[in-house]
């Protein structure tokens, strides 16, 4: 359906109807689409601009800006306006880039700005997977040299069955959450957190995404035809790359190939440390560069300089993946499926709760946990749905990691890449609220880096709950896979380190239990990878994850029995939600004289649980003493020690709740016929007021007030027997009342 300069198309994608149109807002950018699914909108926009920049890299920036009146929402704080982007915005900027920058030329120098603008949210139908689609759109229809579309797509996996883009109900029961994007021939970026699902189950669900993906693409290729007949679409920039001069590229190329080869053969020989094989590599790059200029004038030094530094670097590429590829020769010298070397230790630092510093090959990662109240968990304020987080995970990569200075900033996206993917990782083998009541906060600490810092993060935070006490289901670990493509070939390499991850195709990172994958994460360089490669990097993914982890478990089997003294001590229980009241007390009188007097912390959810937290035990107890007597039911048939509070003509009434901090107690009526199985004449002739009583509780009258029998919370006398009652007629009167008129 189109209007006057305007196109508007439909498919249907799990089921629902997604729109996409183009030709009615911002016709200034190089590619706009405005896409909407259910209630979900997303404007996209793509540009690039006119010259290049005098620069050695792609310049591509995807910005995702979240708008709070997009869910009804004013910006909470003093500044009233959108801030930096939030943790959710900063992931979902993640994950449109990652499919996207593999299918730009590299030696493109023109700054490419793709910014998806979310301007209406429906929690059904997830805003970062309508934006991904919308950006493959938007550069798709722009003049843009992009060798896409891409399509995305969410896997969800409910009762064994894979569903595109679950809503909110199905998200909730599935176990497994999927983002899968692709060409119309690969797959491009996977992204996953599970329940423990095996790995052939997660091979289909990925493919299964890719399926939705190649749907996606299709449509967009449709829509750029239509566009393009209307006017609506550009046609593409024709991107001319400089020639080379063959002789120099041959001499280049002759003279590399034979330093490059002994070069990579001299570091695996000797197992070079990571500083020591870069020092060794950069002079051998720099006596090559010296070599290759020579006898040229500064004219010419400064015209072909930077073309033999990009031969030199395209060809030290070539013969590390000829290497790997045709001999099985790894850099650092390990065969193709080896692991580093592994040590792992606890308890490292004396006042944290749980530590644990993992340590593969030259990777370094300190992870510790904290565990606190369960007021502590993060609140949730962004675009998604209102709630909190129980569970944070945190990764700082400082530059002394690698041996480098540079400024200390606040977390990038990296940081928060790497931190969610862990968090991801070890969700779901975390006990319960009710199970272990609360707050869990990880910071895993990159103190050295030569590859996949993530995983390692993974493992450290393994070992910091376990330390730390956490009763977590099954401990995790985790291992990055690369691999090396050539033609139709490929070689899949287990554990890579930093110099595999720079100049090969693939970072595959799977985490998970000895039961089944809790995270995938997968970035490529090429245009995408197949099934096979999938299969075969999955499959060689559990060898050197369970390698891992039998490491892991030699120094800490299980989690510590005991959380560290200095945790605060949490005590859950749960009251009637009629009773938080009591507690509280007017103005929050009660709750604040509990604080004062136990040196204990509360929180009161509103469903009636109560978490009781204190560093001193004793003052735990003591308040949970508190909570107990506020908040006692009394029932029929329990035997109590109650105080006489007042006696009457018809009888006594009993104290069997003391009231604290001001609030009455609970109090009943021991009626005269209750006190003795002998006849009473005056009830003061068996208690009066203070004296300590004990009585049964018969229970509660129509008006809800309590009954009591001292009676029937003591033996009868011998040879008593109970009188039968006679049944009386209309006009009996009652003979404790002779001589009344009735």
Same mark, same amino acid.
């Not at 990764?395 to 968090?423: C, D, Q, V, W």
């Not at 099954?474 to 690369?482: I, L």
């Not at 089944?516 to 490529?524: K, N, P, R, S």
């Given at each position: 359906?189109?209007?006057?300069?305007?196109?508007?198309?439909?498919?249907?994608?799990?089921?629902?109807? @997604?729109?996409?149109?183009?030709?009615?807002?911002?016709?200034?950018?190089?590619?706009?689409?405005?896409?909407?699914?259910?209630?979900?909108?997303?404007?996209?926009?793509?540009?690039?601009?006119?010259?290049?920049?005098?620069?050695?890299?792609?310049?591509?920036?995807?910005?995702?800006?979240?708008?709070?009146?997009?869910?009804?929402?004013?910006?909470?704080?003093?500044?009233?306006?959108?801030?930096?982007?939030?943790?959710?915005?900063? @992931?979902?900027?993640?994950?449109?880039?990652?499919?996207?920058?593999?299918?730009?030329?590299?030696?493109?120098?023109?700054?490419?700005?793709v910014i998806a603008t979310v301007l209406s949210v429906d929690q059904d139908?997830?805003?970062?997977?309508?934006?991904?689609?919308?950006?493959?759109?938007?550069?798709?229809?722009?003049?843009?040299?992009?060798?896409?579309?891409?399509?995305?797509?969410?896997?969800?996996?409910?009762?064994?069955?894979?569903?595109?883009?679950?809503?909110?109900?199905?998200?909730?029961?599935?176990?497994?959450?999927?983002?899968?994007?692709?060409?119309?021939?690969?797959?491009?970026?996977?992204?996953?957190?599970?329940?423990?699902?095996?790995?052939?189950?997660?091979?289909?669900?990925?493919?299964?995404?890719?399926?939705?993906?190649?749907?996606?693409?299709?449509?967009?290729?449709?829509?750029?035809?239509?566009?393009?007949?209307?006017?609506?679409?550009?046609?593409?920039?024709?991107?001319?790359?400089?020639?080379?001069?063959?002789?120099?590229?041959?001499?280049?190329?002759?003279?590399?190939?034979?330093?490059?080869?002994?070069?990579?053969?001299?570091?695996?020989?000797?197992?070079?440390?990571?500083?020591?094989?870069?020092?060794?590599?950069?002079?051998?790059?720099?006596?090559?560069?010296?070599?290759?200029?020579?006898?040229?004038?500064?004219?010419?030094?400064?015209?072909?300089?930077?073309?033999?530094?990009?031969?030199?670097?395209?060809?030290?590429?070539?013969?590390?993946?000829?290497?790997?590829?045709?001999?099985?020769?790894?850099?650092?010298?390990?065969?193709?499926?080896?692991?580093?070397?592994?040590?792992?230790?606890?308890?490292?630092?004396?006042?944290?709760?749980?530590?644990?510093?993992?340590?593969?090959?030259?990777?370094?990662?300190?992870?510790?946990?904290?565990?606190?109240?369960?007021?502590?968990?993060?609140?949730?304020?962004?675009?998604?749905?209102?709630?909190?987080?129980?569970?944070?995970?945190?990764?700082?990569?400082?530059?002394?990691?690698?041996?480098?200075?540079?400024?200390?900033?606040?977390?990038g996206r990296r940081e928060i890449g790497h931190g969610a993917l862990a968090?991801?990782?070890?969700?779901?083998?975390?006990?319960?609220?009710?199970?272990?009541?609360?707050?869990?906060?990880v910071v895993s600490e990159a103190l050295e880096s030569n590859g996949s810092?993530?995983?390692?993060?993974?493992?450290?935070?393994?070992?910091?709950?376990?330390?730390?006490?956490?009763?977590?289901?099954?401990?995790?670990?985790?291992?990055?896979?690369?691999?090396?493509?050539?033609?139709?070939?490929?070689?899949?390499?287990?554990?890579?380190?930093?110099?595999?991850?720079?100049?090969?195709?693939?970072?595959?990172?799977?985490?998970?239990?000895?039961?089944?994958?809790?995270?995938?994460?997968?970035?490529?360089?090429?245009?995408?990878?197949?099934?096979?490669?999938?299969?075969?990097?999955?499959?060689?993914?559990?060898?050197?994850?369970?390698?891992?982890?039998?490491?892991?478990?030699?120094?800490?089997?299980?989690?510590?029995?005991?959380?560290?003294?200095?945790?605060?001590?949490?005590?859950?229980?749960?009251?009637?939600?009629?009773?938080?009241?009591?507690?509280?007390?007017?103005?929050?009188?009660?709750?604040?004289?509990?604080?004062?007097?136990?040196?204990?912390?509360?929180?009161?959810?509103?469903?009636?649980?109560?978490?009781?937290?204190?560093?001193?035990?004793?003052?735990?107890?003591?308040?949970?003493?508190?909570?107990?007597?506020?908040?006692?039911?009394?029932?029929?048939?329990?035997?109590?020690?109650?105080?006489?509070?007042?006696?009457?003509?018809?009888?006594?009434?009993?104290?069997?709740?003391?009231?604290?901090?001001?609030?009455?107690?609970?109090?009943?009526?021991?009626?005269?016929?209750?006190?003795?199985?002998?006849?009473?004449?005056?009830?003061?002739?068996?208690?009066?007021?203070?004296?300590?009583?004990?009585?049964?509780?018969?229970?509660?009258?129509?008006?809800?007030?309590?009954?009591?029998?001292?009676?029937?919370?003591?033996?009868?006398?011998?040879?008593?027997?109970?009188?039968?009652?006679?049944?009386?007629?209309?006009?009996?009167?009652?003979?404790?009342?002779?001589?009344?008129?009735?």
């Amino acid at each position: 359906m189109s209007e006057q300069g305007i196109l508007k198309k439909e498919m249907l994608l799990g089921g629902r109807p @997604l729109i996409m149109e183009t030709g009615r807002v911002a016709k200034q950018a190089g590619g706009a689409v405005w896409v909407r699914y259910g209630d979900t909108v997303v404007l996209v926009t793509a540009t690039m601009s006119n010259k290049p920049r005098d620069i050695d890299f792609f310049p591509l920036t995807v910005d995702y800006e979240e708008r709070h009146y997009a869910v009804g929402k004013i910006p909470g704080g003093f500044i009233k306006r959108e801030g930096r982007p939030s943790e959710k915005a900063t @992931l979902s900027a993640r994950l449109i880039d990652r499919p996207i920058r593999p299918l730009f030329n590299k030696k493109l120098r023109n700054e490419v700005q793709v910014i998806a603008t979310v301007l209406s949210v429906d929690q059904d139908h997830a805003p970062e997977i309508v934006a991904m689609i919308g950006a493959s759109a938007a550069l798709h229809i722009s003049n843009i040299p992009f060798q896409g579309p891409i399509g995305g797509a969410i896997v969800g996996r409910v009762d064994d069955q894979f569903i595109v883009n679950p809503n909110i109900e199905q998200h909730e029961m599935s176990n497994m959450h999927l983002v899968v994007a692709g060409t119309k021939d690969a797959v491009m970026m996977v992204e996953a957190g599970a329940d423990e699902v095996p790995e052939d189950v997660m091979l289909d669900a990925i493919m299964s995404g890719h399926e939705a993906a190649q749907q996606i693409v299709q449509f967009i290729e449709d829509f750029r035809e239509e566009a393009l007949a209307m006017g609506l679409a550009k046609e593409k920039y024709e991107f001319e790359e400089q020639e080379i001069d063959a002789d120099l590229e041959n001499n280049v190329t002759k003279l590399a190939d034979e330093r490059y080869v002994s070069a990579i053969r001299k570091c695996a020989d000797e197992k070079m440390s990571k500083k020591a094989r870069e020092a060794f590599m950069d002079e051998v790059t720099d006596g090559l560069i010296e070599e290759l200029t020579e006898g040229y004038d500064e004219d010419e030094l400064a015209e072909k300089l930077p073309k033999i530094k990009e031969l030199i670097q395209a060809q030290e590429k070539k013969v590390m993946r000829r290497m790997i590829t045709e001999e099985g020769v790894r850099i650092d010298g390990r065969v193709i499926n080896e692991v580093r070397p592994i040590t792992v230790e606890t308890n490292i630092l004396p006042r944290a709760h749980g530590t644990g510093l993992f340590t593969r090959g030259q990777t370094q990662i300190m992870s510790v946990a904290t565990l606190g109240r369960m007021s502590e968990e993060q609140i949730l304020d962004g675009l998604e749905a209102e709630g909190k987080k129980r569970y944070m995970h945190h990764y700082n990569f400082p530059p002394y990691s690698t041996g480098e200075t540079k400024f200390m900033r606040s977390p990038g996206r990296r940081e928060i890449g790497h931190g969610a993917l862990a968090e991801r990782a070890l969700a779901p083998v975390l006990p319960s609220e009710k199970e272990f009541p609360y707050a869990i906060r990880v910071v895993s600490e990159a103190l050295e880096s030569n590859g996949s810092t993530s995983m390692g993060s993974v493992c450290g935070s393994t070992l910091a709950l376990m330390d730390a006490g956490v009763r977590i289901k099954a401990p995790v670990s985790g291992v990055a896979m690369g691999l090396i493509k050539e033609e139709d070939s490929f070689t899949v390499l287990t554990d890579i380190q930093g110099y595999e991850d720079a100049l090969g195709d693939m970072d595959f990172k799977v985490a998970g239990t000895k039961k089944g994958v809790t995270a995938l994460q997968m970035d490529i360089k090429i245009a995408g990878i197949s099934k096979e490669v999938f299969e075969k990097a999955l499959a060689q993914a559990n060898e050197g994850r369970m390698h891992i982890l039998g490491k892991m478990l030699e120094v800490i089997s299980e989690p510590n029995e005991e959380i560290s003294v200095h945790a605060p001590a949490i005590i859950s229980l749960q009251i009637d939600p009629e009773k938080i009241r009591d507690i509280i007390g007017p103005g929050g009188k009660i709750i604040k004289r509990i604080v004062e007097e136990t040196g204990a912390d509360m929180d009161i959810e509103d469903d009636g649980q109560v978490y009781i937290s204190a560093v001193n035990r004793d003052s735990g107890k003591k308040a949970l003493e508190y909570v107990e007597r506020l908040t006692k039911d009394v029932e029929a048939g329990e035997i109590i020690t109650g105080k006489v509070v007042k006696v009457t003509d018809f009888g006594a009434f009993v104290e069997v709740v003391p009231g604290i901090m001001g609030m009455p107690g609970k109090e009943g009526l021991v009626h005269i016929s209750q006190l003795e199985y002998n006849r009473v004449e005056k009830v003061e002739d068996v208690l009066k007021e203070g004296d300590s009583v004990v009585v049964k509780v018969l229970g509660y009258d129509d008006m809800g007030r309590l009954k009591l029998s001292r009676k029937a919370a003591m033996e009868p006398p011998e040879g008593y027997v109970e009188e039968k009652q006679k049944p009386r007629s209309n006009n009996q009167r009652n003979p404790r009342f002779k001589g009344r008129k009735s």
